[in-house]
């Protein structure tokens, strides 16, 4: 019986091996993003790209505080931070940049569902007397 219900655990605790993996792998991609842009927003010269890269250290800073505790960012950060990023390091921005458009486009069409939603409820409800 124990032998049983220690294989059943064995078998509980490998299935959420791969959540795990994913999860980590999306920290891991938003402390990226969050370094990357860190330093387009410091260095960049031209405006527009530098404001892109402003909202992207406030967009992934958010994604990070929601996921890691201040253990988890800090461990993150050293990982992270060890990998050289070199050559391609625009390239990570641009993927980065994109990530956060991708992002504010389906917010933007979510939030407009919502109001059309609300005002097709709102001229559906019977007028009050």
Do not use: H, W
């Not at 219900?5 to 959540?19: E, K, M």
């Not at 505080?65 to 390239?91: C, N, W």
């Amino acid at each position: 019986m124990r032998r049983q219900t220690a294989l059943v655990s064995l078998a509980l605790g490998l299935s959420f091996l791969p959540a795990v993996a994913r999860a980590q792998a999306t920290a891991d991609a938003d402390v990226r993003c969050l370094l990357v842009s860190n330093v387009f927003a410091e260095k960049e010269t031209e405006p527009k790209k530098k404001q892109v890269a402003i909202i992207s250290v406030a967009y992934y800073l958010g994604r990070i505080d929601a996921r890691l505790s201040a253990t988890q960012f800090r461990t993150a950060i050293l990982a992270v931070g060890k990998e050289p990023l070199g050559k391609e390091i625009a390239q990570t921005m641009t993927n980065c940049a994109r990530g956060l458009q991708s992002k504010q486009i389906s917010t933007a069409e979510m939030m407009q569902g919502i109001a059309k939603s609300q005002q097709a409820a709102g001229s559906a409800a019977p007028a009050k007397k």
